[in-house]
Structures are given as C-alpha cells and as structure tokens.
T-cell receptor, first 116, second 114 residues
Framework: DAGVIQSPRHEVTEMGQEVTLRCKPISGHNSLFWYRQTMMRGLELLIYFNNNVPIDDSGMPEDRFSAKMPNASFSTLKIQPSEPRDSAVYFC??????????????FGSGTRLTVV | AQSVTQLDSHVSVSEGTPVLLRCNYSSSYSPSLFWYVQHPNKGLQLLLKYTSAATLVKGINGFEAEFKKSETSFHLTKPSAHMSDAAEYFCVVSEETSYDKVIFGPGTSLSVIP
C-alpha cells in the first residue's frame, strides 16, 4: 500500500484566495482525520470522519474552513478565504474505524501551507 | 480531564549513549498509549503502542517503552542513540470518550551529538 497520500506537498497562496488540500487514505481505513500543526499550538485535530460521515468538527477554527469526504478514498480540506494565520502544516491520517484510539493512525506526509 | 505531559521539551544526547524521553498521562481508565516520531519535514510515524498486553513494549529502530500504571508513566528509551534518531517525539493517549480519538502531548525534540 502507498500509505496515506496528501497533495500538494507545498502550497503558497495569497491572502484571500481559496485553498484546497487533498487526502487519499489507506484502502480499508474508513476513519479519516485532519490535523493542523504549528509551532505555537502543536498538533490540533480539526475534523474526523467515519465511513465518509463527519463525526467531530469541533476543532475547525471557523467558517472559513470546510471539509468533505465524498467517498471512501478521497477527502478535501478547503479554506476560503485564506489568511496568513492559516499558515501551518496540515496532516491527514487514517485508521480502521473504531480502532484509531487503540491501534494508532497512519499519517500522510503533510501539506505545508504558506499564506502571504 | 485527560492529559499528556512530556516532561522535557528538548533532550540532547551523545551518539552511542542511552535515550530517555519522559511521558506522564492522566486518565480515569486504562488507556492505550503510543509514541510517534516525526523527522524534520516529514509526517508522523507510529513508533510503538501499548494496548493493555505486555507492559514493556518494543517498537521500531530499537526503541521501547514501559507502561507503569502506578506512576502513570510511559517513558521511551533506547540503549544507544544513533544520529538518525534526531527528531520530534510525541507521546499520545487514547481518549476516554471515543474509540477513534487520541490526545497528543506537546512533543520532545531529541538532538544527537556526534
């Protein structure tokens, strides 16, 4: 298996632009997690899905952020409009449903977002 | 409330000497515990996990950790540090209210001096 695949690896955009981050989980992993990592706040869980359904989006910072999982093999995290304070590394992780807390996650390589 | 404390934000060791990264947790039940490693500009990789079986857990790259319930600790050790061990290490505990979610510690940065 190729692991969790994220794209793009790096994104530089101007303030106010829309940004879309993409994630392909491991086949058979029906739980998908979006995390944001910054120096100030560390790793923050933004949202997670089970079987394509959002279960907990309490970590989404504000309405500018939205996430979708239209099928079991694809998810997007969208920021519209983007702001400089959104600059961070965004990670996607996956696990088999109901097991992430017991057996752990597999993380993607992350997308480094810079908003100028 | 559940929490994870990593007692050192930064640890520096010489190559070939032992590594000790400390982690304490708080939980009202017997949690699962994990250590993840993150090398510079990389994603997080699962190093090892404790899931209520043996209290001494062996992971990849010669790392191991011991679950001590009485001390609510899960310290990570390695007998001999290698230059490639330089990375950020995260101690993680499973959440009480969810089979899916975990709580990450703040991380410990490990430097290895040649």
């Amino acid at each position: 298996d190729a692991g969790v695949i994220q794209s793009p690896r790096h994104e530089v955009t101007e303030m106010g632009q829309e940004v879309t981050l993409r994630c392909k989980p491991i086949s058979g992993h029906n739980s998908l997690f979006w995390y944001r990592q910054t120096m100030m706040r560390g790793l923050e869980l933004l949202i997670y899905f089970n079987n394509n359904v959002p279960i907990d989006d309490s970590g989404m910072p504000e309405d500018r952020f939205s996430a979708k999982m239209p099928n079991a093999s694809f998810s997007t995290l969208k920021i519209q409009p983007s702001e400089p304070r959104d600059s961070a590394v965004y990670f996607c992780a996956s696990s088999e449903p109901g097991t992430g807390g017991r057996y752990g996650y597999t993380f993607g390589s992350g997308t480094r977002l810079t908003v100028v | 409330a559940q929490s994870v404390t990593q007692l050192d934000s930064h640890v520096s060791v010489s190559e070939g000497t032992p590594v000790l990264l400390r982690c304490n947790y708080s939980s009202s039940y017997s949690p699962s515990l994990f250590w993840y490693v993150q090398h510079p500009n990389k994603g997080l990789q699962l190093l090892l996990k404790y899931t209520s079986a043996a209290t001494l857990v062996k992971g990849i790259n010669g790392f191991e950790a011991e679950f001590k319930k009485s001390e609510t600790s899960f310290h990570l050790t390695k007998p001999s540090a290698h230059m490639s061990d330089a990375a950020e290490y995260f101690c993680v505990v499973s959440e009480e209210t969810s089979y899916d979610k975990v709580i990450f510690g703040p991380g410990t940065s490990l430097s290895v001096i040649p």
